[in-house]
């Protein structure tokens, strides 16, 4: 789970993690306070993106927008929530793939166009973007921002002669890609996923009101249940008539985005039939069985190795331990150390616990490896404190491939496993053992349902053609 | 001179006057520091705007983007400003005509279209802004802002195949109204002023840098000449070959907008050959001629008054006093008096002088009426300090009717001298005397040129047709 | 441990917990960026209180001090931190316990007095405050805060003529309660700890460096190493002769606060001997020794039961679950539910993982119950999602008796275990079962230390003797 | 007039000026909204003081505060404002004379002391305070500022045995130097004046109110009327039983300070029997008698000037000109020029209006000289924009010694009158002409009064003993 905020400038270290985009939350609730209610649920999806969050609401006439950089809670106070008037909203928290971190890319964006307002909200990633911006510009379309929503939305502009929900059909042919996008206009709610499901999104029920989010955490949240997820390649239109379905643009295939379960999601939330939190643990135990180490202590990297170092310690009997404490408290502009005290570093944030480590075999357990900085110091740190051994266990398989329906891989040359074998990364981060879950153990957590998933990233196979030569890097329109 | 920073809400009361919308400046300066120099050019001229503030800059390869409400000095601090980078800039403040007061709305506006990057700062107002932005429409573009300047920049890009030069030509052949219009790519940067010359537009040097501004003061600020003003109709283009200029929209006559030299320019600009402090305090000798009253005194309404008010004094040979002092110290958010001190209203901005006051016969002299509520509190407030008789005296004619190029006086029915006759107004404000200066007064101040200017706002008389029914107010395109 | 920063308003619901009133770092090191070492220190110790944040720096000839209300990290910036100048410094973060929250009482405190200047960062609470500050005030005595800390450096003043370790002796004479407290002169570091050492302090060092701090996670965190404790009653002076130890006072017996291990301190601090990890996971055991009950799952009230959990899972051999999600994202600002969202109440903190519990039987740990209206809202939640049975476990006995060297439990009034019986509160809350850890049992755990803690607000055995009547609440000096 | 906020760090450029300390508003009303009405009373007396703001409200039984730096408008907004309950207050903007600017030096101060609360706001300065703080100091008195108000409240404390008066009377008797002081206690306002009458206080009424002001423009503004000054040595005493004065130290002479009506006060005030705007009209016509010079223009330096050259217009029957504009929106952080663009200097805020002056013989009239830089680059610049000669005239003999007695004149030694002749000094500033207003021009303007008033910074002759060897400076006490 991706719980901290690194603040402006990315707080004490960089984060060695995968980077989630955004989480979207709309709600159509007559009578309800809904600016609030999406409040909450950008709260609660406050994990998928720290970095500018927004609501639009509409009241049957027009759109209101309020919008800034900052945590949900930062953005809003009580009387921006209670400006807003009206009986549908789309909400936003962004971290940022396409797009340089800038004002003028948080959203959600709302245009005017020929038919009126209309208000985006949007997670993922779409591969074609320069080609269908090109297109659009040759014909005279400008753009304020570097983002995929910018062009999204001129699309179905461009489309929308026949109606929103034909603009719609249209745009999806075009784009390719992983997504999931919230539409609003001043009387509906529109939610649309990619025909591969790449990208999450549920829909829920909260009294007479309808709800689409990005995870089911958010529902809970706000007191909603959860109906179902949208299917891959469906339309909902939620309006006075209430929620109507279209499915015009099929896959031959499900697709979802793996590294949902493994890093991104909360644990409390369930996405397309799984509960984050059993597969995670699942995960772990896989992990343990695959790796059948002889240790004193399994301890997690707090908090995205929690549960798979759970579920590690159970299978393998090996005690479970908290050998790193982590500081929460970091607000909005941490200050980094300084070159004199730069030997701080990553304890900062995760202090070693010498009472536990002192003199043990230790099992440590994170999720994912992707540039491997902060793994060495991880293991440096736990030696100083104490440790004997450090064996480092991953519940997901070498990142090995850059990510292009959503998820801030970094560049290939910035994987380590893109370019070092499995003894090159040991020895680069110091452990006295390695291992990365098998795709075979991680797919096989899913049971039936194991050629449901994207794993692009670990095996090459990207479900949806890639451009090539493909710009690669979030500043590709800038 | 209109020097209030009138804060987020509005300031004290209603202030009772025309608002000019914007103030633009620009420079292409090889070596310069030109987001500096742009930042004190837009300081110069912050009495045009005290709304938002931005500043563009170019470097050849892009263009960097920072605004934001507020005063210029409250918009940029040192780490703003140096993080600019280029040869380039533009810069706009902001009061507000067309576009609701929302950051959305504050420029410069960059975009992204088929040649590139395009940055606007711009004055004005479009008449048939309606009209244009409904076609534009029509064919797929989409607007994020109410502004006209996202219609300028959807046009030109439109028209862009042949170049900019003849996108702007083709843009000024669509457009009506009055303007003047800075725009910025990453090599070039470009003067456009509408064909009658209603906004002003001044072309300056600073050794080898060229600069673009609403007024000459800015130059003189800046450590500039002031080379000539830009020609009504005219396009001056600045990039590595210097400066270019062409005119391929011709109207038949001039017509500067008056109100420039009664109000809104500051005395120490130099505008269409006419110095405004030399001309303001013509207008007011020219009311003492015309309103040959016997009194004790001459005061100012500051600071909007004071060059007039000097005048009068001169040519009567009645004594000037400052008999109303102004506390400038409005921060950035005034609190409003409550309904129960209400009585203290405007006279926390305005306090009269009791030992100047008492007893005395004033002329008071202010540049316009525009609704009559300040107007009668401030003739109240003089007779509660002592005055024997007040005379209220313009600078300008009746304001009858409705501005389309870029002020904004409000609409007809909120102006008072639309439907009041002078004796009316007189009692309404509760004078013992009322006079405007006549048309023929004030034109006569500018001798032969006295055909050269736009005075629709007294007479009616309007250069560019306007569409009928025009659907006034700013919120217009909201 | 207490991880959440509540906001300005104390976040979403009462925080039903002991608060711990401060946290103190203090740092003697020439060459060393003392006021950055000092910043990253209280940053480890942010847990301790959140209300406000301060730094005084010592260079030899003067005291600097800035400090402001919220997180170090949103009081300090970069620009701040480096405009210290010096090798001394002291730091503070504060809940509040005496004073109300509000800057004047905000730590360190500087004072000037006859023999140069003094800063002041104090941990705990003097129980005879209010007869020592009617006396200095009888003589002449102003005071600007509410805090204990001002009333201690007068006594200090008035104490020193013969010298500043004098002083201090003697006001450690006339000052009843648990403190911890640390002065800044010029030149000199002094830590002083109450006779019983009810609140803790210990000594670390980096390189040359000494050090003084609440817990020794911050010493870890700074890349210092732990010394020892500070004793019961010692005062020890850090300046250009090193470090030295003086004991004036005595207490015929320790009385470590005990809930400091149970709740307050870091898990990965090691305190008067003892590691805080090992000693809440041992709480944990012995409570599931006194109370076997059949169940399928242990799971932990985020952050402060975790640790508990663990041991009571690893005791009595049921699984250990995460079923209750923890929401981090609390900003400066959060925005408490209005009436007709109320129901969403703790949900928006601790969401219940309807997988995990859906028809189980659960063991919930926490450490502490105060009032009893937040756990009451967490059985209530976990049955609606599904959980079959609750049984509610404390690692901590009933708490019955207030607090009054330091820690905020609230007045006796408010304690529910102080009103109801063990089967009245189980009532109260809903749970299925109850169990609080014996007296006994808890101090068990520190086998032959058992005698050297205070157990006041379950035993009513104060160690030190309290003013009667006691005028009790924080706000008594206001 | 010191109409500037001069931002932060001092502005633009060194206001080359000497400095008022402070304003205070003090009113007692039942049934009015004290708070705010203070609020704009400070509002009025914002030329005082930019530096910090603060209000502090009675009800009857405790006093709350709230204080900030920053303009009135800056540091209060509804919310604030309307979080005040009672029916007295008292207000304080301050510049800063002793104690440099930092938060802890902000007024009102408020203390808890034996008899209750006391809050504390004044202007001026003690000359003994350094005296009278050792000697504080050496009975155990601690301070946490650097201002003379905490010594007075220390010895009001001190004094209290037999009630408030009398130790406030005993206070005076203590205290040497210029002040105006209002202390608030729970229920009583009470102002004093110093026994010279050296720093000003009037005393006003609205309706069944009382209030306490350094000028009476502030109970123009808020619709009061002036009563009476207060008269020197006189203690006010406002409570439920009305007002009351006792005056139990008197001295021999009045000696009002005079640089109030040369530049402090607002020309608005009725100060000690005078107008100062005819005051300061008067002192531009004898400067005129006494320099009959041959000139085209009279021209100020706005705003400080403006009164006085038009007294030298009229007196000379030279035409009066504004020659120099002055930019009044200087926000809150004005950047400063770089090296680069430094010429640019005084022009940010003053620019020439070369249609006015080019070819013309130009006096320039202005208040006073303290260093003498800022005057060199305005004769510099008129000469620039075209002026012939230069003549510059002051409003004041030259400044030769420092003020004891509340105004920051600077160290004498950088009072450039201090060491430079006439002759010198107009070479210095590169003027055709200089002359400075004799003292007997100056004093003649008062008629009968002028022996009362203090003209020691020119004179040298100093009402009330300083110290010797003063330390001078107002960073004494740090």
Not at 222 to 241: H, Q
Request: net charge negative; aromatic share 8%; glycine share 10%.
């Amino acid at each position: 789970m991706a719980e901290e905020y690194l603040g402006g400038s990315g707080g004490v270290w960089p984060a060695d993690k995968p980077q989630e985009e955004c989480g979207i939350f709309g709600i159509y609730g007559a009578g309800l306070d809904v600016a609030r209610i999406t409040y909450y649920g950008l709260y609660a999806l406050q994990h998928r993106g720290q970095e500018s969050a927004g609501i639009a609401v509409g009241d049957g006439e027009r759109i209101q927008l309020i919008k800034d950089m900052g945590l949900v809670s930062d953005v809003f106070n009580h009387e921006k929530l209670s400006s807003f008037q009206g009986h549908l909203a789309v909400g936003h928290v962004r971290y940022s793939t396409t797009g340089s971190s800038h004002p003028v890319n948080a959203q959600p964006l709302v245009f005017r166009y020929a038919r009126g307002m209309i208000g985006l909200a949007h997670n993922g990633n779409i591969a074609n973007i320069t080609e269908l911006r090109s297109h659009l510009a040759s014909t005279g379309a400008v753009f304020q921002s570097s983002t995929d929503s910018e062009v999204i939305v001129n699309l179905i502009a461009r489309y929308s002669q026949n109606g929103l929900a034909d603009a719609i059909h249209k745009c999806m042919v075009d784009i390719k890609g992983g997504y999931a996008i919230l539409l609003l206009t001043e009387k509906s709610l529109i939610g649309v996923r990619d025909p591969f499901g790449i990208r999450p999104l549920c829909l829920g029920r909260k009294g007479d009101a309808h709800i689409l989010a990005s995870e089911s955490c958010a529902l809970d949240t706000v007191g909603a249940e959860l109906v179902r997820d949208v299917e891959p390649g469906e339309i909902i239109i939620i309006d006075e008539n209430g929620v109507n379905s279209r499915k015009p643009v099929q896959a031959g295939r499900r697709a979802h985005c793996i590294f949902e379960y493994i890093y991104f999601a909360r644990p409390d939330s369930r996405m397309d039939g799984f509960s984050v939190s059993k597969v995670r643990r699942e995960m772990g135990r896989q992990l343990a069985r695959e790796y059948p180490v002889e240790a004193d202590l399994v301890i997690p990297v707090p908090d995205s190795g929690t549960t798979a170092a759970r579920g590690f310690a159970e299978q393998s009997g090996i005690p479970f331990e908290e050998g790193l404490m982590k500081n929460r408290y970091i607000g909005r502009t941490f200050i980094q150390p300084t070159q004199s005290i730069r030997d701080l570093g990553v304890r900062l944030k995760l202090n070693p616990v010498r009472d536990v480590l002192n003199g043990k075999r230790v099992v440590v357990v994170d999720d994912s490896i992707v540039r491997g900085t902060t793994s060495g110091k991880i293991v440096n740190m736990l030696r100083e404190f104490g440790a004997r051994e450090v064996h480092f266990c991953l519940s997901s398989p070498p990142v090995k491939k850059s990510c292009y329906y959503g998820i801030d891989t970094s560049n290939e040359e910035e994987l380590i496993a893109a370019h070092k074998s499995l003894a090159e990364i040991k020895d680069f981060i110091g452990a006295d053992g390695l291992h990365y879950l098998s795709l075979e153990g991680l797919l096989g957590v899913f049971g039936e349902s194991r050629d449901n998933f994207c794993t692009a990233c670990f095996s090459g196979d990207y479900p949806v053609a890639i451009p090539k030569p493909y710009e690669a890097g979030k500043y590709v329109l800038e």
